[in-house]
């Protein structure tokens, strides 16, 4: 499938790339479908919106910069995209990520968790029950704290 973007221009997806929203990712509810690619850079991915070439979100694994990332949302959430809390062999978790123009302080936020179903290719944005964990998490910073390699 040929695919337009905003970041990489027109390029071919396989169908094992799409991803359908039950709900759309907060502040964008009306769009159910997206692409899911990797990024250029290492730890990066791109969720490309199918139907609008200027809306893609940058993920990272939360796990990559914070090792102690709890996954707290409701159970019955979960079912929403057909998982169990026991099913994380089934689910990619990613946060979304803001860059701004200094790239040093990027962040993550870590409270709305992108969570997708890798066998049915179904994906919803959650909230974490867990106070823990903001909208605005230091990328470099955490991983410097933790003694991690920069991204």
Request: hydrophobic share 40%.
């Amino acid at each position: 499938m040929e695919l337009k973007t905003k970041p990489f221009g027109v390029i071919n997806i396989d169908e094992k790339q799409k991803i359908t929203f039950t709900r759309g990712i907060f502040g964008f509810d009306n769009i159910r479908e997206y692409a899911l690619l990797n990024a250029s850079q290492w730890p990066f991915f791109w969720l490309q919106a199918i139907d609008v070439p200027d809306l893609a979100f940058i993920l990272i694994d939360p796990l990559i910069f914070r090792p102690d990332y709890t996954l707290d949302v409701d159970e019955s959430d979960l079912l929403d995209v057909d998982l169990n809390p026991g099913d994380r062999d089934k689910m990619l978790v990613f946060a979304i990520v803001t860059v701004p123009d200094d790239q040093k302080k990027m962040t993550a936020k870590l409270q709305g968790p992108v969570i997708i179903n890798r066998e049915k290719r179904t994906g919803r944005q959650f909230i974490s029950t867990n106070p823990k964990w903001g909208v605005r998490h230091f990328i470099m910073d955490e991983l410097a704290e933790k003694g991690g390699s920069k991204c």
